[in-house]
Every structure is written in structure tokens, then in C-alpha cells.
């Protein structure tokens, strides 16, 4: 399994780039990162989905190195409603059983 | 349009008693899954169906069965519940079996297991 790793909490304050990062050492050829933005109560909801370099949509930017062997999820501008859990995932191209979520990282906003 | 639609939301079992979870999207995808989540931690992946007809097992299998019903609908059954089932459990589908798209998730089916 391609364990992945992240901080297990970040604060910010408002209107602040937030950038979180992950870990994924044994990460292979054709394997996707994926993150995952999750509020209390509710099921994970998609960010972003990259392979390398870098990612950009209309709610994050996702940072690959050549290596591959890590990610950054960037979070422009944070307000309030970003407080959440953020979730790598290293999407394991060939088998979707093998895609496994970590712990996350608790990202609070404050004012 | 629902995306993926799971019931009961929350569900009270006593130890040894068994039920059936169920999960439903509209959204024509190949693929299902059911995870579990327990308090404060990731979701850990119980069994998955790549495509009608197919189930597989996930990581955390142990005292849980899966009916692949139709295209649509993937159900969960604990046929003899423990304690240590006491989790969130959600459902989710993507388009293909990779999971290299976007899944869609359900609320939640929160159990507590006495």
C-alpha cells in the first residue's frame, strides 16, 4: 500500500495561502495523488487530482516534484468555511482497493 | 440529481443483532465502495465493487458482507454486530475501478453498536 503522510493539524488566520503537505515515499509509476476536503458530518468531497509538476483548479493548486515522492496542496486566500480535514491520497492506478486514505490534517481558519 | 444516497442515516444496534446498510447513486458509475470511519481518523476501506457483478475486498473485511444488487445500488450487511463496529460508514462511486477520477461520497450512516 502506498502509505502516505501529513501534518496532523495547521492553523491560519483569513485571507492566508495555505499550503499542506504530504509524504508519499513508495509511490509508484502510473499511481495518481488525489486530495480530499472533508466537514464534520459529512462525506469526503474532491479538491484536486494531479500525476506531476503542477495542478491548478479553481479552489487549489496541487505542487508535484519530479521525484514524486511528495505533494502540496495550496490553498489560496483561506476564509473561514476551509476549516476541515484535507486527505491525501495516493490513487493506486491498477487497483482502487489498494487506494488508502491516511489520518488527514485538520486545517482550522481563525479570523 | 442525489449522487450517492445512503440510508439509514444514523442506525442503534445491540451486540449480536445484524442489518443492512444501503447505498444508491444515480450517477450511471461502474464503481462502488464502503468505508469506515472511525473518530478521528481516515477512512479505511471495507470492500469495493469495480463493476456489477464484482466484489473485492478492502483493507478492514472482517464481519462485514457486500451485495452488489445492480448498477446502482451496493449494500453493506453486519450480519452479527460487535462494539468494535461502532464507526461512520460511507459510500462512495467513481466512474471506473482505478479511482484515478473523482468520488462522489455519501452523508454518512453514523452506527453505534451497544
Known amino acids: 500500500l502506498a502509505k502516505t503522510t501529513q501534518p496532523i493539524s495547521m492553523d491560519s488566520y483569513e485571507g492566508q495561502e495555505v499550503n499542506i503537505t504530504c509524504s508519499h515515499n513508495n509511490i509508484a509509476t502510473n499511481d495518481y495523488i488525489t486530495w480530499y476536503q472533508q466537514f464534520p458530518s459529512q462525506g469526503p468531497r474532491f479538491i484536486i487530482q494531479g500525476y506531476k509538476t503542477k495542478v491548478t483548479n479553481e479552489v487549489a493548486s496541487l505542487f508535484i516534484p519530479a521525484d514524486r515522492k511528495s505533494s502540496t496542496l495550496s490553498l489560496p486566500r483561506v476564509s473561514l468555511s476551509d476549516t476541515a480535514v484535507y486527505y491525501c491520497?495516493?490513487?493506486?492506478?491498477?487497483?482502487?482497493?489498494?487506494?488508502?486514505f491516511g489520518d488527514g490534517t485538520t486545517l482550522t481558519v481563525k479570523p | 440529481n442525489a449522487g450517492v444516497t445512503q440510508t439509514p442515516k444514523f442506525q442503534v444496534l445491540k451486540t449480536g443483532q445484524s442489518m443492512t446498510l444501503q447505498c444508491a447513486q444515480d450517477?450511471?458509475?461502474?464503481?462502488m465502495y464502503w468505508y469506515r470511519q472511525d473518530p478521528g481518523m481516515g477512512l479505511r476501506l471495507i470492500y469495493y465493487s469495480a463493476s456489477e457483478g464484482t466484489t473485492d475486498k478492502g483493507e478492514v473485511p472482517n464481519g462485514y458482507n457486500v451485495s452488489r444488487l445492480n448498477k446502482r445500488e451496493f449494500s453493506l450487511r453486519l450480519e452479527s454486530a460487535a462494539p468494535s463496529q461502532t464507526s461512520v460508514y460511507f459510500c462512495?462511486?467513481?466512474?471506473?475501478?482505478?479511482?484515478?477520477?473523482?468520488?462522489?461520497f455519501g452523508q454518512g450512516t453514523r452506527l453505534t453498536v451497544v
Open positions: 450517477m450511471n458509475h461502474n464503481s
Open positions: 491520497l495516493v490513487v493506486i492506478n491498477t487497483n482502487a482497493g489498494k487506494s488508502t
Open positions: 462512495a462511486s467513481t466512474g471506473d475501478a482505478t479511482m484515478n477520477t473523482e468520488a462522489f
